[in-house]
């Protein structure tokens, strides 16, 4: 019989800081650029996580005040989800259409997911 350890609840003021003016930083975070910190420094890449409504979440901690901060990822529209549906009939790999078509999508069960941004964009 295993036992598994189940990860410990999150301490109150432990949880990551939302982002300011999110749509700038998504702009710059698509096109792979260093996301400025609002702790005058730069901001590292932790973890990328999918939500169960089709959007993500990716988890920043800054370089200078070790300070972690939450950048939401909205879900995929449906011209973004067009997009790929139309890559995957034509049989070719499906990309990101937000990483400027860089960034191939990973499936995951039944879905299509960015392991960059970890918003699901189609169903096999």
């Not at 410990?8 to 700038?24: H, I, M, N, R, Y």
């Not at 890449?45 to 901060?69: A, K, M, Y």
């Not at 070719?92 to 400027?100: D, F, L, N, Q």
């Amino acid at each position: 019989m295993s036992k598994t350890k189940s990860a410990p609840p999150p301490v109150e003021g432990d949880s990551p800081f939302p982002l300011t003016d999110e749509k700038a930083l998504l702009r710059l975070y698509y096109g792979g650029s260093r996301l400025p910190s609002p702790t005058d420094g730069f901001l590292i890449l932790l973890r990328v996580q999918p939500e169960g409504d089709g959007s993500g979440s990716v988890l920043f901690e800054c370089n200078s005040s070790s300070l972690r901060f939450r950048l939401d990822v909205p879900k995929a529209t449906r011209t973004e989800r067009a997009k790929v549906k139309a890559m995957i009939d034509d049989d070719w790999v499906p990309k990101c259409p937000r990483h400027h078509g860089e960034q191939l999508l990973i499936r995951v069960k039944n879905d299509f997911l960015c392991p960059l941004c970890g918003v699901r964009y189609a169903r096999a």
